[in-house]
């Protein structure tokens, strides 16, 4: 099938248990990396913005690695945003996790074409790349929605990160919902759009989730389970920045005119690095280097 591409059946006794319960459950999953990890019972799924704000970055940056290091492990689309940090998190960590697509799992067919990248991670790092879709499917519009299903569908919980009022996320928000899963979702600023699917979603009854904590309580561990972070050595774009910080607070502009790059290529190294532990926000848009 080339590409290492292995399939499990339905009938299959490796196929997931969870996944097995819901309404139309695959037929077939067609997985690249560590299939036995879709059997783990600390499965998260991570769902959200493909246009994610500060505070969604910054939300992720603070609230999953402690989960990751606990031992659970973060199931996403491997879309731009949400879905992208969360599988950074992970990898930066050299800990596994699951991407779900919406097209064939083999390289040609890997959608968006620009996480290619974190692709060839997500296997470096022991993770898995699924599809119900075989080899060679392009990403069609109408496949994402069924997609979010077996990402709600593999997972005890999954934890919605800004969601607007008519978005994807709330799809998966409501298929987790009726297969009894447990949703959870961070608050949001109220006047904020990209907030407004799941301030909704705590309203009419998810969990909120305010620290780790209360996402690790619903896999029964606690951050006393945590291991200590290790890293590989950082990419030499990310030194950069690194370099140009202190313990003193340094504004998120400076740092682009201190590293010659833009303010967005700023924010997203800054959020990476966040991720990793190796800086912090301070608030008003200024961080420090973690001593």
Known sequence: ?????????????????????????????????????????????????????????????????????????????????IDT????????????????LGSGVDDKSLYPRGNKTIAQEILKTGGAIISEYEPGTPAYLGNFPARNRIIAGLCKATLIIQAAKR??????????????????????????????????????????VLDATDILTRFELSESD??????????????????KLSADPTHIEDIAVLCNITIQDASASISELEMIGVVEHVGGMQYVKKM
């Not at 099938?1 to 490796?14: C, L, N, Q, R, T």
């Not at 799924?45 to 940056?61: D, I, L, P």
């Not at 599988?87 to 991407?99: G, S, W």
């Not at 590989?232 to 690194?242: A, D």
């Open 1 to 81: 099938m080339g590409d290492d591409i292995s399939v499990i059946k339905f009938e299959d006794k490796e196929y997931p248990v969870l996944l097995r319960e819901i309404h139309k459950a695959p037929e077939q999953l067609y997985i690249r990396g560590n299939k036995e990890i879709l059997s783990s019972e600390f499965l998260l799924g991570v769902v959200g913005s493909r246009k994610a704000t500060m505070y969604g970055r910054q939300a992720c940056a603070s609230l999953l690695p402690p989960c990751v290091r606990a031992g659970v492990t973060l199931v996403s689309g491997m879309a731009y945003g």
């Open 85 to 100: 940090f969360a599988h950074r998190i992970c990898v930066d960590q050299n800990k596994p996790t699951v991407a779900v």
């Open 167 to 208: 978005s994807g996320s709330l799809i998966t928000a409501r298929l987790a919902m009726e297969e009894n899963r447990d949703v959870l979702a961070i608050p949001g600023p109220i006047t904020d759009p990209a907030c407004e699917g799941t301030n909704m979603l705590i309203r009419d009854g998810a969990g909120m």
């Open 226 to 243: 945590t291991e200590t972070l290790t890293h590989e050595p950082i990419r030499e774009e990310l030194e950069m920045i690194v370099s």
